[in-house]
């Protein structure tokens, strides 16, 4: 049995910062890729970021790009998703999954946490 638990979620002013982390229990889950994803009310979950097990392969949705980082301590059973210059669009519940895998429709993940609100105000 995986469980994944998020935490580091709030409310900031646009512009601001946070940092979400991710604490797996569960063995084997740092040979894995893991990802966060996001859902905003009215809208589908979407694909944010991933990381391969090694930590050395990274992808990023479009609109994150240069503003969100992805990092992994498996030391510490741990994903990270440093969020910076947060925009209102930003507003969302954010999720950790793992392992994730590319589908033909897009990034899949297999276990979930349970999620984290994220509110940006402009």
């Known amino acids: 049995q995986v469980t994944l638990v998020e935490s580091g979620g709030g409310l900031v002013q646009a512009g601001g910062s946070l940092r979400l982390s991710c604490t797996a229990s569960?063995?084997?889950?740092?040979?894995?890729?893991m990802g966060w994803f996001r859902q905003a009310p009215g809208k589908e979950r979407e694909f944010i970021a991933r990381?391969?097990?090694?930590?050395?392969?990274?992808d990023y949705q479009e609109s994150v790009k240069g503003r969100f980082t992805i990092s992994r301590d498996n030391a510490k059973n741990t994903v990270y998703l440093q969020m910076n210059s947060l925009k209102a669009e930003d507003t969302a519940v954010y999720y950790c999954?793992?392992?994730?895998?590319?589908?033909?429709?897009?990034?899949?993940?297999?276990?979930w946490g349970q999620g984290t609100q994220v509110t940006v105000s402009s």
């Open positions: 990381i391969s097990g090694s930590g050395n392969e990274k």
């Open positions: 569960g063995d084997g889950l740092n040979l894995y890729d």
């Open positions: 999954s793992g392992p994730v895998v590319l589908t033909g429709a897009g990034w899949r993940g297999y276990y």
